[in-house]
């Protein structure tokens, strides 16, 4: 090429890169401004979300660690005990257990009030605090939360000015009955709205909002704004409105972008909520404030960029004034570099234990060092038809590495190769950009590092099971220094179950140092046992107590030894450390248990004998003393047989050697020999206790009750039965002289004197006639009295066993029997549909009849009667119901005319004997119920009789 062409060449190169370098600045400008502002917004976004979330861990631990007091004191059951005995016995003494537990809430400023308030949140007491009052709407939250602890924000008032406060609710329960409540009244100025107002960075409009939906049409602020004051629980916003605390009301969490609360101000916002609660947390910050920065590059960016115009055009014009000298000498110095390029190369090719290769940019091999062949198995012919990505395994896909070379850099990395033959090694490439003949190639260095990685994968790998037994054993492993806090280096992931915090909390005291998690009573116990172990190059074990992250106390158990360094100096523990507090707790509740179990068989007031399989006995309750008459020592390791009478003691042996091989005692009647001679009846039940292990017998235990009286009463109680049974025969056989003899004699006189009225009454007086019909209706009233006595009689004696019985059908019978007496009074009966029952069927008719009848003959004059029979089911019984309009009864006789003989009226108004309702009463009785009547003077009467249920079917 001559000279004359190679400028002209270049000088329409330099031209057309000069417009293009201008075109591309102009691009690059506006670009440049549009990435700087979407980079601004990005990360003004982050920013806010970074902070939102701060904030919303830092409101969630607030609002957890209230929450967990309050659950703390209302799942302490001793706390529970205390409060509940306060408001069942509000007294001095059962107010200062309660300031005694609250003592440690009452020091905290945020706790400006404690108020104990009675199960209508009426307050009762105030044990902290000037504000005793509780508001309308508060006091309707306290009542209907439940499963909640936190109440939302309110206002009241002290000396006349305003305070905003919200309350931890304790509920006090006694057998689920609520007894009241304790409110821990929290003053939000302390410590809440500090920690929303703070913002981690100086800003001018920046800040958190805390707000919660009021109504289903508004949202409430709860916290004081930046830019408006006297806000909290008195600002309100409509939910239509487009600003950030409208929408988190709504439901939208994230960046939202809108106008402020201030109407006619646009904000960048972050909305999330609080744990726990309903409250919306509004993390903002003004647009103007943010986009300013923006505003203020943008005018140096114009500045630089004429500057960068004019250094292009200066540039280009001393380029293309020197461009001939410039071109001869990269000329020459392209070859010098060639020279020592390939003088490098034949280098590399003899005495290099790494592969060289030189690729065009697409990755195809040009050309290789000898030891490429060595190692691939390829000759030099073979490697010029093979690409880069040829020798590459599938799994490491290296295309895009190329076109990310960064110039003059160059790129390291690792790789899988392919042999010819197949086979497999790791290899680490090292890529760099070089320029030949003016065309840009890549330079590769291949050292195969096979060996390392088996290293470091078997490294990895042991690390990785040691990890993984460490973190999977029960407890947490831990290595220590030998000071006074024995500060953690190395503690397992297990140390959070543990202890509540994690393994980063403790390495290097950075939260807390743990000697401050041992138990102040326990640190003596625990730095004397390890120093002695450690002084005497042992191994040691050890249980104590720890103060977890909630306050919660466990108990542990530590077993670690001294680690020697290399001059043989103990610097660290190492061991493990588990928690125990179960097998603590199940070791105390046995021993509990086991206390309970002895008081229970000593004092209880049965009596209780163990013997062991030998039939010695091994325990005697005070009872069994009380019964026997013999003290515990006295009976100990004896023999069964000292208890029983020798005339049934081979019968009661046999019958305890059942209960060894298996049978137990239920309800057997055993007679005991007392101390003093007496002998006991005593009804025993047993049981036998068999060896876990072996399955053997151990022992049987019984339990007796002294029935000695009972017997007797049994006695007493036959010969009673037997003397009833003579006395029931006797009646039995009055009732057959009254209804035959007795009779028999009545009907004779009755007889002979209406004979005499009819041969003589022409012979007579009217005197004469008069008495003896007098002496004929004596006659028939003695023959009516004698019936219904017997009738009476034979309720218990005569009566037939119950079967079911359809009370309709007995009616229908009753007012069949009655129908010339119904007729003749034009009487009316009304009947419900009626039950079946249980019952002596005769028996019920004559009852129905007997109420029927007496409802009609105690009618009112000049009024036909009226009877309505009717029925009610009860819980436990039927009540049937005979309700007329007769004469009535004074409430005064109610109880007289259920009595045999006892009339209320002259037998010239009213005729009968006086037995009709007695007779009733003895049939109801008989059938397990009772009857009564309801009466006024001239209203007429109800007379109701019930049926138990146990007693009838259908």
Known sequence: MKPGTLITSIKKSQITLFFASLFFLVVFFFYFLNSQRSELM??????????????????????????????????????QRDLSAYFLNPSQAAEEKLKIWLNKYVVSKEYTDIILADKYSKPILALAGECQTIDTNELKEVLQIKDKYLTNFFTHKINGEKHIHLSLVVRAYINNNLLGVLLLRINPEVKLYPLIQEWPAESMTAENLLVRRLNKDSLIFLNELRHLKNTALTLTQPLTSKTPAAQGVLGYRGFYESLDYRENEKVLSYISTVQGTDWVLVTKVDYAEVIKPLHNATFQIIIAFLVVFLSILLTFYFIIRGNRVEYFKQLYERQIELNKLQSQVEMYSRFSNEILMLLDLDGNILETSNLASKVYGYDSGEFAKLNIFNLTSRKY?????????????GLIFESEHIKKDGSNFFVEISLSPVLIDGKKMIQALVRDISLRKKSENDLFESKRQLSTLINNLPGTAFRCQINQNWTIVYMSDGCYDIFGYSSEDLVNNKVIPYIELIYPEDRKHVNESITEALRNSLSYDIDYRIINYSGEIKWVREHGQGVTDLNGFVNFIEGFIHDITMQKLNTLKLTETTEYLDNLITYANAPIIVWDSNRKITRFNNAFSHLTGYSEQEVLNQNLDILFPPESLVEIMVKIAQTTSGKFWDSVEIPILTKSGEVKIALWNSANIYYKSTNLLEATIAQGQDITDRKVQEIKMNQLIAKLEISNKELEQFAYVASHDLQEPLRMVSSFTQLLAKRYKDKLDSDALEFIQFAVDGAGRMQALINDLLDFSRVTTKGKEFAEVDMNSVISTVLLNLKLLTNDTNALVHVDKLPVIFGDQAQLLRLCQNLIVNSIKYRKENEKPVINISFTEEPDYLMFAFKDNGIGIDNKFFDKIFQIFQRLHSRKDYEGTGIGLAICKKIVERHGGKIWVESSPGEGSCFYFSIPKIIYGA
Do not use: C, G, M
Not at 66 to 77: G, K, Q, T
């Open 42 to 79: 990005h990360q003004i976004q982050n920013d806010l979300r970074t902070v939102a979330k701060l904030k919303s861990d830092v409101l969630d631990h607030w609002v957890e660690t209230h929450i967990s007091e309050a659950r703390d004191l209302y799942e302490n059951p001793n706390f």
């Open 397 to 409: 896909q290296i295309r895009d590495l190329f076109v990310n070379i960064i110039p003059d850099e």
